[in-house]
């Protein structure tokens, strides 16, 4: 079965840090264009970044300097390492894998995990 | 960045009934990079439209977007009891990628 589940979720104080896993099954993660998205509660979708099959990444402004995107091939697993967390970085972070059509890959969303939940408070 | 306005906010209708679903740019998105995605409680969200009118896998012919520059339009035919959902659109042609506020689509 195609699917993503991440993990690594929890409560984190203000200025700490935490990384997300999203385990990847029934497709390889190299090969593919891969994101995380967050959603703050009650709140829309933001796009926070992007890792490519040939292993550059990209970033919201928002959490750029601060968030690390990377994966572990052996493992088709994606990663987002998040330093000096703020309470605006509270939110459901969803793994997801770009669209692929025509023959190259797109920056919308075609597989989406079900998430993991980031709060940030004292 | 261009900003996408999604209207109306809450759109009540009844099962059987047909919606239309509005993403207004700020400017011009290219070459009609547009999704929609919907989204259920507590789920995570559903491509249902890529390119501004391609159906995703799976998605029944009810379902059609249309649009192009600056106004798309998410459309279902007949309302059935699984489609009251938020529906959010999203721009992918130009950096940052962003997303509408959504709307969503309650029973009447």
């Known amino acids: 079965e195609v699917q993503l589940v991440e993990s690594g979720g929890g409560l984190i104080q203000p200025g700490g840090s935490l990384r997300l896993s999203c385990a990847a099954s029934?497709?390889?993660?190299?090969?593919?264009?891969m994101s995380w998205v967050r959603q703050a509660p009650g709140k829309g979708l933001e796009w926070v970044s992007v890792?490519?099959?040939?292993?550059?990444?990209y970033y919201a402004d928002s959490v750029k300097g601060r968030f690390t995107i990377s994966r572990d091939n052996s493992k088709n697993t994606l990663y987002l390492q998040m330093n000096s967390l703020r309470a605006e970085d509270t939110a459901v972070y969803y793994c997801a894998r770009n669209g692929y059509s025509y023959g190259r890959s797109y920056w919308y969303f075609d597989l989406w995990g079900r998430g993991t939940l980031v709060t940030v408070s004292s | 960045e261009i900003v996408l306005t999604q209207s109306p906010g809450t759109l009540s209708l009844s099962p059987g009934e047909r919606a239309t679903l509005s993403c207004r740019a700020s400017q011009s998105v290219s070459s009609s990079y547009l999704a929609w995605y919907q989204q259920k409680p507590g789920q995570a969200p559903r491509l249902l439209i890529y390119?501004?009118?391609s159906r995703a896998t799976g998605i029944p012919d009810r379902v059609s977007g249309s649009g192009s520059g600056t106004d798309f339009t998410l459309t279902i035919s007949r309302l059935e009891p699984e489609d009251f959902a938020v529906y959010y659109c999203?721009?992918?042609?130009?950096?940052?990628?962003?997303f509408g506020g959504g709307t969503k689509v309650e029973i009447k």
């Open positions: 390119g501004a009118s």
């Open positions: 890792i490519y099959s040939g292993g550059s990444t």
């Open positions: 029934g497709f390889t993660v190299s090969s593919n264009y």
């Open positions: 999203q721009q992918y042609g130009s950096s940052p990628l962003t």
